[in-house]
């Protein structure tokens, strides 16, 4: 790639030609604020945050889309750049809705609030009309436009990564809005639930439905028998809530603090994700053998599914019908534990930790029952847990470890990568090939359908057959993908994650500042500690989870036999799409 010289505060530079000044700079550490910007999401300059004075130019120019060229010199903090800067900042704020003090954004992760104390901005010079609008609260996403700074960042993030696109910008000048089309509640809209608008808004404009408190009062009910199950994905992040590098392994601790929280049992969805193999294993084999419709796509990403529902209503009979790994799993605490254990599954409540919004969503689903009681009662984010730690005064970071509960504790590596890309492929992979090989592979890791590529294709020889598979994360690549497959290109075994990067990047992960984000691929870091987790545990494969195999001889039967139907699959339910 050509490069350009240029000089940034004196300090000259050899850079490549299509960088940005913003990038330029941070060549050599120098910190540039933004607040609208996000690398790969929204890349605007409507903040005017990032202005910097180029020499020879009539106005200042923002760093964040502003290209470099030859012979270029820029000065970054110049008195006209940083009283613009901080003039920019004192007009935001003064239309903000600034109860700081009862914000669900701390002082940790709201942006606005790290700006201001960047810029030392100690008051604001104009008086603003603070908005008065109503909050729009759905089953999983809370909006709330009198926190709204017109960043613009959900509405990329929604628009151009997911393509769902049900928020935009109305109106103009002082009246502008971010909202969703005719004004509807996003309950009301295509939404998924997905929460990736939550991970880019630098405020509190974008939040989960708190369930904190449905929690507390489910411990303090000395009626109830109270379960934890956390999803592999929440080990690997909610460390990230007390300071932990991104990406570090924090089972152990997060198990001690959910014993201390008070729950009654702490189990791994892991067996669950173990659990779900079995049965997508079988139907996927019996598919390809009788003859099935095909290709076979995963279920396991609500928010993936309830997209398939609004956008491709006629390949709803291509998604398996097994149910997510942690409403299986409910359904097996509400059945098989309660009767194994003498419980009245009324007096259970099973509370999943998850790194998903979309799962609060799923977990209301009607189908999501068995003899009219629930699979799942409440979903909690990650980064609900992490407050919940917090409140109560635990010091995370120097808990001892703890293991999971028995019987439920023992799951294998490939229930632990189902939470980043393409884990659920290569689970089913692992699987799949004992089965149909008769025998014990010793090469199981399908490097194949690792990574973080938006989709990735690859064609998997087992005996004499050849097994043609493709992996999608982000609902953007998801819908190339079935565009394709609508096309006529064909597949066998299909695996979709509708936030990108997988359950790492959940909606319900803890959130990271864009100085953060801009230049740390955290998908990539948190996907590193589950393939760590994974080498590192002694059964690798979802079917020799001795759990796994005592529930189908004691209870199940056979995978994909009649009782597994009746607790574990499920069925699915064409949407309307306000575009049709």
């Not at 409403?327 to 534990?337: D, S």
């Amino acid at each position: 790639m050509n490069k350009v010289n240029i000089t940034i505060d004196g300090i000259n530079l050899y850079v490549p030609e299509n960088y940005t000044i913003l990038e330029a700079a941070k060549e050599v550490n120098i910190t540039i604020p933004t607040l609208c910007f996000l690398k790969d999401i929204s890349e605007i300059g409507c903040c005017r945050m990032c202005v910097v004075e180029v020499k020879g130019a009539r106005a200042l120019q923002a760093a964040c889309v502003h290209p470099v060229s030859e012979g270029m010199e820029v000065f970054t903090h110049t008195p006209k750049v940083m009283e613009a800067r901080k003039v920019n900042l004192e007009l935001i704020l003064s239309n903000h809705n600034a109860r700081c003090q009862t914000c669900s954004r701390s002082w940790m992760d709201c942006e606005l609030q790290a700006l201001a104390n960047k810029l030392s901005v100690g008051e604001v010079r104009f008086e603003g009309e603070s908005k008065k609008l109503p909050l729009d609260i759905g089953p999983s996403i809370v909006r709330d436009p009198n926190k709204c700074i017109l960043c613009r960042r959900c509405v990329s993030v929604c628009k151009n990564i997911q393509t769902v696109g049900v928020i935009d910008v109305i109106n103009r000048g002082f009246n502008t809005q971010i909202a969703s089309p005719f004004n509807m509640s996003l309950k009301d809209t295509p939404c998924v639930n997905c929460g990736q608008c939550i991970n880019v808004c630098p405020v509190a404009a974008l939040h989960e439905k708190n369930d904190i408190d449905r929690v507390w009062e489910a411990i303090y009910d000395p009626t109830k028998h109270v379960i934890a199950q956390t999803a592999p994905a929440v080990r690997v992040a909610l460390g990230e809530d007390f300071d932990m590098p991104i990406g570090t392994p924090v089972t152990g601790k997060m198990v001690t603090a959910l014993r201390m929280l008070g729950f009654d049992k702490v189990f791994d969805t892991d067996t669950g994700a173990d659990l779900t193999i079995m049965e997508e294993g079988a139907e996927l084999i019996d598919r390809i053998r009788g003859g099935g419709k095909l290709p076979l796509i995963t279920s396991c990403s609500p928010g993936w599914i309830k997209f398939c529902e609004h956008n491709y209503p006629d390949m709803l009979d291509n998604l398996s019908t097994c149910k997510s790994p942690h409403q299986m799993f409910g359904a097996i605490l509400k059945t098989y534990y309660a009767e194994q254990n003498g419980l009245d599954p009324k007096d259970i409540v099973v509370v999943s930790v998850m790194p998903c919004t979309a799962k609060k969503f799923e977990a209301g689903r009607p189908e999501m029952q068995v003899d009219g009681l629930a699979d799942v009662d409440i979903v909690i984010t990650t980064r609900e847990l992490g407050t919940m730690i917090y409140d109560s005064g635990i010091d995370f970071p120097d808990l001892g470890d703890s293991d999971f509960d028995a019987p439920f504790g023992g799951a294998s590596g490939a229930g632990v990568i189902f939470g980043t890309t393409g884990g659920v492929m290569e689970a089913a992979l692992r699987t799949v090939s004992d089965i149909l090989t008769g025998s014990s592979a010793d090469n199981f890791e399908y490097e194949d359908v690792r990574g973080l590529e938006g989709i990735k294709i690859a064609t998997i020889t087992i005996n004499d057959l050849n097994i043609r598979a493709a992996v999608a994360h982000g609902l953007g690549n998801a819908r190339k993908l079935m565009d394709a497959i609508k096309a006529g290109e064909e597949f066998h075994f299909v695996e979709i994650m509708a936030c990108p990067g997988g359950c790492i990047n959940g909606g319900g992960q803890p959130l990271q500042l864009s100085d953060v984000r801009n230049w740390i691929d955290i998908k990539e870091e948190r996907a590193k500690g589950l393939y760590r987790e994974d080498r590192n545990t002694y059964i690798r494969k979802s079917h020799n989870n001795p759990a796994v195999k005592k529930l189908y001889k004691n209870f199940l039967g056979m995978a994909n036999g009649s009782k597994a139907h009746q607790l574990l699959h499920t069925h699915y339910t064409a949407r309307k799409n306000y575009r049709d």
